[in-house]
């Protein structure tokens, strides 16, 4: 097993106490797998992502109990120097705006170029070999005439083209875990749908494993094998993502899947979630 979290608790304090946030969250994926997380804003879905490889402040967060074993090691356990080597190299992410998670003042060939001195040690350091790497990342995601973005900065770029340069960032270290953070959720459809199945074409050529953070249960069939639906801090249904989208079991799971809008279907209004407990 690549990735084991096991009845992981989060908390985040304040001045009245701790309120806690992930109430025993327990996953697992396999080495080229792909599993989706799914739930509305708030359930946990991001904090689950982030406390993989400690990107969660603390304080205010703070780790309450459970393991996170990667490739057999306790990465809550683990030195700063130990994760760093991890983080970014072995494990990679996409976030969710990539106008605010690339940097403004530095150039698209500059910020992928530290990726690959950090992680890849395998491509020659020389301004040639480092450009040409860049290069091929930029072509593999879909960006036309690459060679031309290299000293681009993000603001030149659509917000497509950004969310395609936080790709071949991730990419570019060759990670074997790669944690999609709704990667496409400022992005119109066509687009959307043009960058997640660039992603999965990707992942089938690297061999690695995706962990696919969204709040929409309609991009899920085709891209993930696995699902976890996750509502107010726990994974409340876990399964075959056929298998639940055909016969979800819980309530939650339900009203997510109602929600979804479907073609034709003028009339029928959008089912909204109440409280469950």
């Avoid at 990735?3 to 806690?20: H, Q, R, V």
């Avoid at 739930?39 to 879905?45: A, I, Q, T």
């Avoid at 298998?243 to 009203?255: C, E, N």
Wanted: proline residues 6%; glycine residues 8%; aromatic residues 4%.
């Amino acid at each position: 097993m690549m990735l084991e979290i096991k009845d992981l608790k989060i908390g985040f304090s304040s001045e009245s106490g701790i309120t806690p946030a992930l109430h025993g969250v327990s996953l697992s994926l396999e080495r080229g797998e792909t599993l989706a997380i799914v739930g509305e804003s708030g359930s946990g879905k991001s904090v689950t992502a982030l406390a993989i490889t400690r990107l969660l402040p603390t304080p205010p967060a703070v780790y309450q109990g459970g393991e996170i074993l990667f490739e057999g090691r306790d990465l809550l356990k683990v030195s700063d120097a130990e994760l760093r080597r991890v983080r970014g190299g072995k494990i990679a992410y996409i976030f969710q705006e990539p106008s605010t998670s690339l940097n403004p003042v530095y150039t698209i060939r500059s910020q992928i170029a530290e990726m690959i001195e950090l992680h890849r040690p395998d491509v020659p350091k020389s301004t040639a070999d480092i450009d040409a790497e860049i290069i091929h990342w930029l072509d593999a995601v879909g960006i036309n005439e690459p060679a031309r973005r290299l000293h681009d900065y993000p603001h030149q770029l659509s917000g497509g083209m950004q969310q395609r340069v936080m790709i071949a960032m991730a990419l570019s270290a060759r990670p074997d875990l790669l944690i999609a953070d709704e990667p496409t959720t400022a992005l119109d459809v066509t687009i959307q749908a043009q960058i997640l199945n660039k992603l999965r074409d990707l992942q089938q050529e690297l061999g690695m494993a995706v962990l696919l953070i969204t709040h929409n249960f309609a991009i899920i069939p085709g891209l993930a094998k696995n699902v976890a639906v996750m509502y107010r801090g726990k994974v409340v249904e876990h399964g075959n993502t056929e298998q639940i989208l055909r016969d979800p079991q819980h309530p939650y799971t339900k009203a997510l899947i109602a929600c979804i809008p479907r073609l034709g279907d003028k009339r029928r209004r959008l089912q909204t979630i109440e409280s469950i407990n």
